[in-house]
T-cell receptor
Framework: AQSVTQLDSHVSVSEGTPVLLRCNYS??????LFWYVQHPNKGLQLLLK??????LVKGINGFEAEFKKSETSFHLTKPSAHMSDAAEYFC???????????FGAGTRLFVKA | DAMVIQNPRYQVTQFGKPVTLSCSQT?????MYWYQQKSSQAPKLLFH???????NEADTPDNFQSRRPNTSFCFLDIRSPGLGDAAMYLC???????????FGPGTRLTVL
């Protein structure tokens, strides 16, 4: 069975400080892992994806994530937060062509000036 | 630019009055998905089409139906909307062999 756990429902950082959004997954198969961002009243935008290539994945807007199989984690990081990063972030796992998509509950990121 | 388009962006309907939401794509992807997203929750998959093959999630209410007349278009029909159906409805597409999904901007449905 597959599952995704986002360990924090809310994260608050100051502008210019690092961001860490945590995600743990459980999968019986070799998973594909994704991070999506959703701004208020908008659709989801792909930040980055892991599909069994390099374990350190770089995405858009300065975000990156590292796939750690031993820890079953896929945490999202950014060295320096910007006000425009304030949004909801979803960690997602799929396998086998991606039809069965499991979303984490989401982490709301707040960025303080 | 290739994209996923949803119309309308905002839809208001009355309790029990049928409503149809529309999604179109220019990506030529063979898989299209419909999700329901309630406030402060993750999107919940309702169903997906793989080409013309319809796949319903086990817990999707019978009140929700879908049509895909061609590769580009997919519709979500809510036969008798209840107050609990008020939500954001997201359409997404993907290539069959890949997990990455491309999302439209969503339609926010209000039920009065």
């Amino acid at each position: 069975a597959q599952s995704v756990t986002q360990l924090d429902s809310h994260v608050s950082v100051s502008e210019g400080t690092p961001v860490l959004l945590r995600c743990n997954y459980s999968s019986s198969y070799s998973p594909s892992l994704f991070w999506y961002v959703q701004h208020p009243n908008k659709g989801l935008q792909l930040l980055l994806k892991y599909t069994s290539a390099a374990t350190l994945v770089k995405g858009i807007n300065g975000f990156e994530a590292e796939f750690k199989k031993s820890e079953t984690s896929f945490h999202l990081t950014k060295p320096s937060a910007h006000m425009s990063d304030a949004a909801e972030y979803f960690c997602v796992v799929t396998h086998s062509g991606g039809f069965k998509t499991i979303f984490g509950a989401g982490t709301r990121l707040f960025v303080k000036a | 630019d290739a994209m996923v388009i949803q119309n309308p962006r905002y839809q208001v309907t009355q309790f029990g009055k049928p409503v149809t939401l529309s999604c179109s794509q220019t990506l030529n992807h063979n898989v299209m998905y419909w999700y329901q997203q309630k406030s402060s929750q993750a999107p919940k998959l309702l169903f997906h089409y793989y080409d013309k093959d319809f796949n319903n999630e086990a817990d999707t209410p019978d009140n929700f139906q879908s049509r895909r007349p061609n590769t580009s278009f997919c519709f979500l029909d809510i036969r008798s909307p209840g107050l609990g159906d008020a939500a954001m409805y997201l359409c997404a597409t993907s290539r069959a062999s890949e997990g990455e999904q491309f999302f439209g901007p969503g339609t926010r449905l209000t039920v009065l």
